[in-house]
């Protein structure tokens, strides 16, 4: 077997060297796309709720209050999204989808994990007189089509306040029988850990209970 010259050795180790560069470059270059594409159909994403938002996400937290005053804390995160209805609301065309999570506390230290999805109407370079509109699903580890409890909020901001309501509409009975009736929230920016801590501040026995 013919021995590796000095030459070849080192033009071995230049391709796998180029190989590796290129490799490391490719997940830079593809979140580049991904933002310059978001950034131009989606310029809102960098300034949500009077905040300057460089990963293109908001999140906050608020107390949900439902039909006689039992309140839920209630923490969301959302960010850009593809899918979003087509029609338009309030007079307001749709301009740009929204997808993300949720938690909702239900007792002490225990919260019920959300699927959020919705759509943002009139707003484009920033979210200021935009109205927004949130369905919030039970999350499913496994979705075989059965039924899924849901609730519905519309709103809009009110400097940094996103203020909203499910607008009399009822929502869809959960697993644990719960149903989201006659709902209103104010979110406010925050962290998941202070929704945690005000979770497990949470009176036993919801107000209204």
């Not at 959302?78 to 239900?106: A, I, N």
């Not at 009110?158 to 869809?172: A, C, E, Q, S, Y």
């Amino acid at each position: 077997m013919p021995a590796i010259g000095k030459e070849g050795y080192t033009h071995g180790m230049q391709q796998r060297r180029g190989c590796l560069v290129r490799v490391l470059w490719l997940p830079v270059i593809a979140v580049a796309i991904f933002y310059a594409v978001v950034i131009i159909t989606s310029p809102w994403a960098l300034h949500i709720g009077g905040r300057t938002t460089p990963f293109l996400t908001w999140q906050g937290s608020g107390k949900l209050v439902t039909k006689g005053g039992t309140e839920y804390p209630l923490y969301v995160s959302f960010f850009p999204s593809s899918h979003f209805s087509r029609l338009h609301l309030d007079g307001l065309r749709p301009t740009g989808g929204l997808q993300g999570s949720g938690y909702l506390c239900t007792a002490p230290g225990v919260s019920e994990r959300l699927k959020l999805s919705g759509t943002i109407y009139g707003g484009w370079r920033s979210t200021e007189d935009s109205l927004m509109s949130f369905r919030l699903l039970e999350a499913r580890i496994i979705d075989l089509g059965q039924k899924t409890g849901y609730f519905d909020l519309y709103g809009k901001w009110h400097g940094p306040t996103l203020v909203m309501d499910d607008r009399g509409r009822v929502g869809g009975q959960f697993n644990s029988g719960m149903r989201i009736d006659h709902a209103s929230v104010s979110f406010d920016w925050g962290s998941y850990s202070d929704f945690k801590a005000a979770c497990a501040a949470m009176p036993k026995s919801p107000a209204g209970h």
